[in-house]
């Protein structure tokens, strides 16, 4: 990167780090079960609830309990179980209606960052109804108070209960947005590790290595606080004692209550100090290709990290620490190889591979533009890098499958 950009982003990054202690950042409140909803929802004087979730959650019935317990306390609701994958300004206008031809006062995201995105785009439109969800991508531009917002995390990845965004794509032009403003914070978290506990193996590992991500990057960027440094070594602490556990014991309440936790601790930490070029690649490959977010994040942490170079050893002394891998005193970069070794290792157990198949090499340049564009001047990264040096990290993921090919070519 030319010196020239590196002083505006790092300028840019400063300005938006000392405004840090004057915006209005707030914290979800934590509800420990489904069954315990029903009095906050009564004590903010609402009695009919949109639960926006998705088509899979409904399959599994998942949100029975919830069900039962708005209905044993005479709170009626009603059910949007449409959202997709990556939800659309289709699904929002959907939820939209029937919010209001119901006559709700109160919204639920179920389900995992999808249908939380949703429901928080749903109330960014109830509040400003005469304004398009694109007039409304970009920062602080909601500035309105949005009707009972509750979060609900069927995984343990996303964080999205506790960020103040939500991600969108146009139906039409399948352009994929933000839209981040404070008012998009939901009011309550639900932690319920019951609602987890279907979740499979593989999905539980690639969701818990999202908010390992989520954490690992809100801690060696350059906006920390006290407060998110705290919090990510906690999310740190907690996925690596217990990640494994859920990985081979999935009705493990305990531990699934402990990875939620940890989830939404890395959470409030990267909604205030941000994530890094993982995520500005991650989401690249997740609009080109639809590759899972979480996986996107598993595969790409260590590549990047090992990219950091120095910079980083001393954060990830401190993070190895948390995490129970080096002893006090390990020498920086000694720590620093392991920590990032255990999460190769963790990778392995989990079956995480280290290539992305579906990268076409004519898409790169596309791509790294992308991330490019994402993460610069906004993400406070350790190193600054263009697109060009971005590029790298997909030829990394390809590697593999070009060295196959030139076997197959040679035999």
Same mark, same amino acid.
């Given at each position: 990167?030319?010196?020239?950009?590196?002083?505006?982003?790092?300028?840019?990054?400063?300005?938006?780090?000392?405004?840090?202690?004057?915006?209005?950042?707030?914290?979800?409140?934590?509800?420990?079960?489904?069954?315990?909803?029903?009095?906050?929802?009564?004590?903010?004087?609402?009695?009919?609830?949109?639960?926006?979730?998705?088509?899979?959650?409904?399959?599994?019935?998942?949100?029975?309990?919830?069900?039962?317990?708005?209905?044993?306390? =005479?709170?009626?609701?009603?059910?949007?179980?449409?959202?997709?994958?990556?939800?659309?300004?289709?699904?929002?206008?959907e939820a939209l209606e029937l919010y209001q031809t119901n006559g709700c006062n109160a919204l639920i995201g179920f389900g995992g960052g999808s249908s939380m995105d949703c429901a928080k785009a749903v109330g960014a439109r109830i509040a400003k109804p005469?304004?398009?969800?694109?007039?409304?991508?970009?920062?602080?531009?909601?500035?309105?108070?949005?009707?009972?917002?509750?979060?609900?995390?069927?995984?343990?990845?996303?964080?999205?209960?506790?960020?103040?965004?939500?991600?969108?794509?146009?139906?039409?032009?399948?352009?994929?947005?933000?839209?981040?403003?404070?008012?998009?914070?939901?009011?309550?978290?639900?932690?319920?590790?019951?609602?987890?506990?279907?979740?499979?193996?593989?999905?539980?590992?690639?969701?818990?290595?999202?908010?390992?991500?989520?954490?690992?990057?809100?801690?060696?960027?350059?906006?920390?606080?006290?407060?998110?440094?705290?919090?990510?070594?906690?999310a740190v602490k907690l996925i690596f004692e217990n990640i494994d556990i859920v990985y081979n014991d999935g009705k493990n309440v305990d531990a699934r209550r402990n990875m939620l936790h940890a989830s939404f601790y890395a959470g409030c930490a990267f909604?205030?100090?941000?994530?890094?070029?993982?995520?500005?690649?991650?989401?690249?490959?997740?609009?080109?290709?639809?590759?899972?977010?979480?996986?996107?994040?598993?595969?790409?942490?260590?590549?990047?990290?090992?990219?950091?170079?120095?910079?980083?050893?001393?954060?990830?002394?401190?993070?190895?620490?948390?995490?129970?891998?080096?002893?006090?005193?390990?020498?920086?970069?000694?720590?620093?190889?392991?920590?990032?070794?255990?999460?190769?290792?963790?990778?392995?157990?989990?079956?995480?591979?280290?290539?992305?198949?579906?990268?076409?090499?004519?898409?790169?340049?596309?791509?790294?533009?992308?991330?490019?564009?994402?993460?610069?001047?906004?993400?406070?990264?350790?190193?600054?890098?263009?697109?060009?040096?971005?590029?790298?990290?997909?030829?990394?993921?390809?590697?593999?499958?070009?060295?196959?090919?030139? =076997?197959?070519?040679?035999?």
């Open positions: 990167m030319n010196k020239l950009k590196k002083l505006y982003c790092r300028t840019f990054q400063t300005a938006f780090k000392i405004a840090l202690p004057f915006l209005p950042y707030r914290k979800p409140k934590i509800v420990g079960s489904v069954k315990a909803l029903p009095d906050f929802i009564k004590k903010k004087k609402c009695d009919h609830v949109l639960i926006i979730t998705d088509a899979g959650i409904m399959k599994l019935g998942l949100t029975k309990r919830l069900e039962n317990a708005l209905s044993e306390n =005479d709170i009626a609701y009603t059910i949007y179980g449409k959202t997709v994958a990556n939800p659309t300004t289709d699904n929002v206008a005469k304004q398009s969800l694109a007039k409304m991508k970009g920062i602080l531009k909601v500035h309105k108070k949005l009707p009972l917002l509750i979060a609900i995390p069927t995984t343990a990845g996303t964080g999205s209960e506790t960020t103040l965004a939500a991600v969108i794509t146009d139906a039409e032009t399948r352009h994929k947005y933000a839209i981040n403003d404070f008012p998009l914070i939901p009011r309550y978290a639900v932690l319920d590790p019951k609602v987890t506990l279907s979740l499979p193996p593989f999905i539980t590992a690639t969701t818990g290595m999202d908010a390992l991500t989520h954490a690992v990057e809100a801690y060696i960027g350059n906006s920390t606080t006290p407060g998110t440094r705290k919090d990510a070594l906690l909604t205030k100090s941000y994530v890094g070029y993982v995520h500005a690649v991650a989401h690249s490959l997740g609009g080109e290709y639809n590759i899972p977010h979480g996986l996107a994040n598993a595969i790409l942490l260590p590549f990047v990290l090992e990219a950091y170079g120095t910079s980083i050893h001393k954060k990830l002394y401190r993070l190895a620490l948390e995490a129970g891998i080096v002893e006090e005193g390990t020498p920086y970069d000694e720590a620093a190889k392991a920590f990032i070794d255990a999460i190769k290792d963790m990778k392995k157990r989990f079956h995480i591979g280290d290539t992305v198949k579906e990268i076409q090499e004519e898409d790169i340049p596309k791509l790294a533009h992308y991330a490019d564009k994402e993460a610069n001047p906004l993400y406070p990264v350790p190193v600054l890098m263009n697109a060009e040096e971005l590029e790298d990290f997909y030829y990394l993921l390809m590697e593999e499958d070009i060295e196959e090919e030139a =076997d197959h070519d040679r035999n």
